[in-house]
């Protein structure tokens, strides 16, 4: 076993993880950060991309409105690049009651939300796809978000200013003495070995998995897993974010991102952030409320359908996830349960992830005896991928622009969004990627509308050539990630998309015989599916 | 009365009719447009078809400005549109985001000049053929080419055509009460017969009475699709609303509207209204009642009311091009059917994609070496063909085949025409006599 030793471990490579460990970073901290899997991988790299105005809780959750707000300002400053600023529209349709306009309004008026309403016309002028009977429109400063760009931005300036970031080690227990956490026993997934991480102070900031992390220090922290359903269209259907004017509800935004149009969510509460099953009736439900938003939804291409769980924090016992405040919670364990050298830092929202990591750190400065103060609001991210850009919005034609002005069409890897050769090789070797699910998370391969059928073997091809590991690992690779784009499209085919997965289906299975190349059929790196048995774990049960 | 029979009924609802931009999604990267695309085989300019077309429009943004400019070398020619197994509407995609491309004005000035002037045919038509001697004089003059590459950027080679000695317009009203019939069709000539080529015109408005029509030659304009081609969509659409004006009464009345220009005939049945996304009551009468010249002989031919006694024989081997924009109607090989009825007469034909012009793609200087690339199959086989003439439905396709191949070219309605004892004129009358 190999040990390790640092000042502060963060555990969780989520937004919130990530933004602790730059804070600690910036502020001077020796620092380690664990993630079981890939940056992203959970929550983050799984919600719809809202960069909230706060307009969503102005009325049922004003804290989180005015948290919402005043991040929004600063995130839209310190990390253009991996923001769209799309605006936000809140409608009332026909089914959402005319009344709720005037709360909605005064709610943003008390929380600072900037907000004004706008004429129907000029709502269908700027998006006339909406549904025509929308009787009132409210416009916010909602936009939307790269998560995974973002995570790895983060990242990147905290492993720039000193801290290491370990991903695929996987949290098997913390390691307490007495009434301390002293670390944490990790399992190295990819070199398959444990690792003792011995640190003065641990940050929980395991997001949905805080609660587990915490039961291995015999402390418990409620933290209930509230899973969100939703599905994207293949094409942006809307360019600004649309918000059902009403309270929070299933189905009551669509969110424009990258290139997709987003409908979300559901809420469930689910026992286990790990395996949870999307159902028929969320997808139903979702498809029905898109469509009183923009009436044509129906007729669109599903391109996936995917479930992220949200950290909903409690200290008593709720049954309706919806009714926990999406505001986050900071418990210092040393006051609350007698265990020292352990916080966690649970709830909030993507949005707000800067902020949780201020309270975060100013608590560790406290416990560890220092006085540093925050400057991640003044300090901004670079864009790891590309220099240059970086003082940028993001905007939707952005790939296509940069594309076209090197005349790289001829180094298209995934055509749907526009990955090119550069973006994979620079994947796989700078962003030391494990599997292919780490190369689409860095630049979008597999994405778009034929998720993967044609670029998924030419990323194999380059995986193989640049690492040149035995063929069988190559081949778990390639399965691998079909198997992960797979479990997205399931809950959805139908029309163009079952079209596609009929031809996918035929150059994968028959063509390339990929079931039957020499290998395993999983690695433990593969995708976890969302019943429970993953792949990998089916077939080594008998082990 | 078979006007009536062939009379559509309107039931599409206009509100079902959806922007050419969703078609899209149903692309599901096949390929099978990029192994089919004429232009993409020869130029690493253009990307193909999948690349502009289904997988760009993704990234484009109608509030922004465009983010691509590749997209503008496609040519039109919607071979993309009739291989997609999925209906994606590739071309008019392209034309739309070529819209784009020109509304943001991202087009430089000296370029945009230019393309404005080629897609008027009409504006030079009214300039040029009262002048005829000699506006051909100094548009066939290297003189005059030499100046039309320097300031506007215009190929020196490009295949132009030379003005008509008289507007077909003024034939036809010359002889307006010469034949009265109940049946009666409406015929749009477009510019190329208008001031180039009134042979042609004349050749249908023959074939029409012998059939014992009356020949309606109403007023109108260029059917726009130069102008739709370009970008240029405000100017597009005011030469279809005036169209739709000026024919729209006869299509109330019964009478179908026909056309030789299969490219004019596609603007006013699809083109127009797709690409602006014009469906208005009026404009979608006309769509459903526009016929190519051919499709509605066939109609005749099949109705048992086509006149086929007395052809004359005409025995000739000659090489026929399918014109791409013909293929687009979807409608077979209509000319290829009434071609098969003239005695003696021997056709073979081209199954090559595209003759390269793009109506007036071929013009411009960036993209000649394109278009003679995408063309050269077509004209070997048309010189292997070795006939004294060849035979193509689409004008600027003819202008090129016979600026390419030194081969003249014929519209197949002269032959039917000739077939009936017509005098011919042209290249035809040459291999007549």
């Known amino acids: 076993m190999r040990t390790m030793e640092t000042e502060v471990l963060v555990i969780g490579g989520g937004a919130t993880g990530t933004g602790v460990i730059a804070d600690l970073a910036l502020r001077g901290f020796r620092c380690a950060l664990v993630e079981k899997r890939d940056l992203a991988h959970g929550t983050t790299g799984r919600y719809h991309g809202l960069l909230h105005s706060g307009g969503r809780y102005a009325v049922k959750d004003p804290k989180a409105a005015t948290e919402c707000i005043e991040e929004n300002v600063i995130l839209r400053r310190i990390m253009p690049h991996c923001i769209e600023d799309t605006g936000g529209f809140f409608v009332v349709t026909p089914w959402d009651d005319d009344a709720f306009g005037d709360r909605f309004m005064q709610g943003c008026r008390d929380t600072a939300v900037p907000c004004e309403e706008i004429s129907i016309a000029q709502m269908l002028r700027e998006e006339p796809h909406l549904n025509p009977e929308i009787s009132r429109c409210f416009r916010v400063p909602d936009g939307s978000a790269d998560s995974f760009l973002a995570t790895q931005s983060v990242a990147a300036l905290a492993q720039a200013h000193g801290a290491q970031i370990l991903h695929y080690y996987e949290v098997k227990h913390l390691i307490r003495q007495g009434d301390r956490v002293v670390g944490a026993l990790c399992y190295d997934l990819v070199k398959d070995e444990e690792v003792a991480i011995q640190a003065d102070l641990v940050v929980n900031a395991a997001g949905a998995w805080a609660g587990k992390i915490a039961h291995t220090a015999e402390v418990e922290v409620n933290v209930r897993a509230g899973k969100g359903t939703m599905i994207a269209a293949s094409y942006r259907i809307v360019n600004t974010v649309v918000n059902r004017c009403k309270m929070p509800a299933d189905g009551d935004i669509i969110v424009p991102v990258h290139t997709v149009s987003i409908i979300g969510t559901t809420d469930e509460a689910v026992p286990d952030p790990e395996h949870f099953a999307i159902e028929p009736w969320e997808v139903q439900l979702m498809m029905q409320e898109a469509a009183k938003i923009v009436p044509g939804w129906r007729d669109l291409r599903m391109l996936r359908c995917w479930g992220g769980v949200r950290p909903l924090y409690q200290e008593t016992k709720v049954a309706d996830t919806r009714d926990v405040t999406r505001a986050y919670t900071l418990l210092d364990h040393e006051t609350r349960d007698g265990v020292a050298g352990f916080i966690t830092i649970t709830g909030g929202k993507w949005t707000t992830y800067r902020q949780m990591a201020q309270v975060t750190v100013d608590r560790v400065c406290e416990k560890l005896g220092t006085v540093r103060p925050c400057t991640t609001h003044e300090t901004v991210v670079p864009n790891p991928f590309e220099q240059g850009h970086g003082r940028k919005h993001h905007n939707l034609g952005q790939r296509l622009a940069d594309v076209e002005e090197k005349e790289a069409f001829g180094q298209l890897i995934c055509e749907c969004e526009l990955a090119t050769r550069a973006h994979v090789e620079h994947a796989i070797i700078q962003g030391e990627a494990k599997t292919i699910d780490d190369v689409r998370r860095d630049v979008r391969v597999g994405m778009g509308p034929c998720q993967g059928g044609f670029c998924t073997y030419r990323v194999a091809a380059i995986w193989h050539e640049l690492k040149k590991p035995p063929i069988e690992e190559t081949n778990v690779t390639l399965r691998d990630f079909l198997q992960e784009r797979w479990k997205g499209l399931m809950p959805i085919l139908w029309g163009p998309q079952l079209k596609q997965e009929r031809l996918d289906e035929l150059i994968y299975l028959s063509v390339l015989n990929a079931d039957h190349l020499p290998g395993p059929r999983a690695s433990r790196l593969g995708p976890a599916m969302y019943e429970p048995g993953t792949a990998w774990e089916s077939e080594h049960a008998h082990v | ?433």
């Open chain 2, 1 to 433: 009365m078979a006007n009536n029979i062939w009379q559509a009924q309107l039931n599409i609802e206009a509100h079902t009719l959806k922007p050419v931009e969703l078609t899209l999604d149903h692309c599901i990267k096949c390929n099978i447009c990029v192994t089919a695309c004429p232009v993409t085989a020869v130029t690493d300019l253009f990307p193909g078809p999948k690349y502009v077309g289904p997988q760009a429009g993704r990234f484009r943004h109608q509030g922004q400005p465009s983010p691509d400019h590749s997209v503008d070398y496609c040519n039109g020619c919607r071979v993309c549109n009739m291989v997609c197994p999925t209906g994606v509407k590739i071309a008019e995609i392209n034309g739309r985001a070529r819209a784009h491309i020109v509304q943001s004005g991202q087009v430089p000035l000296r370029r945009k000049l230019r393309n404005n002037l080629i897609a008027r045919p009409e504006l030079m038509g009214k300039f040029g053929q009262p002048l005829a001697p000699i506006a051909n004089g100094l548009l066939h003059s290297g003189f005059g080419r030499f100046f039309a590459k320097l300031l506007l950027d215009i190929a020196p080679n490009a295949p132009l055509p030379r003005f008509s000695g008289e507007r077909f317009s003024r034939w036809a009203h010359k002889r307006r009460d010469a034949v009265r019939s109940d049946r009666k069709v409406v015929y749009f000539h477009g510019c190329s017969t208008e001031y180039f080529e009134a042979r042609v015109g004349k050749a249908a408005v023959q074939v029409l009475e012998a059939n014992g029509f009356e020949v309606i030659v109403p007023s109108q304009n260029c059917c726009g699709l130069p102008l739709l081609s370009n970008g240029e969509f405000a100017a597009a659409q005011a030469y279809h609303e005036s169209n739709i004006r000026h024919m729209v009464d006869y299509v109330k009345q019964g009478y179908v509207i026909v056309g030789t220009s299969t490219s004019c005939t596609l603007t006013l049945k699809e083109e127009a209204p797709e690409m602006l996304a014009y469906h208005t009551p009026d404009a979608r009468l006309l769509t459903a009642n526009t016929f190519d010249i051919h499709e509605f002989l066939v109609h005749l031919l099949d109705a048992g009311e086509l006149k086929t006694d007395g052809l004359r024989p005409m025995p000739l081997t000659l090489a026929y091009h399918p014109p791409c924009q013909y293929r687009a109607h979807r409608l077979g090989r209509p000319s290829t059917e009434i071609m098969a009825l003239i005695p003696e007469l021997t056709i073979i034909e081209s199954q090559a994609a595209c003759c390269g012009v793009g109506g007036t793609y071929g013009y411009k200087a960036e993209k000649y070496d394109i278009t003679m690339a995408v063309g050269k199959p077509l004209f070997d086989f048309v010189q292997q063909v070795h006939g004294p003439i060849a035979v193509c439905d689409s004008e600027t396709c003819r202008w090129n085949i016979a600026a390419a191949t030194g081969v003249p070219l014929v519209h197949p309605i002269e032959l039917l025409a000739a077939a009936y004892g017509y005098e011919p004129e042209g290249p035809l009358a040459e291999v007549m006599t």
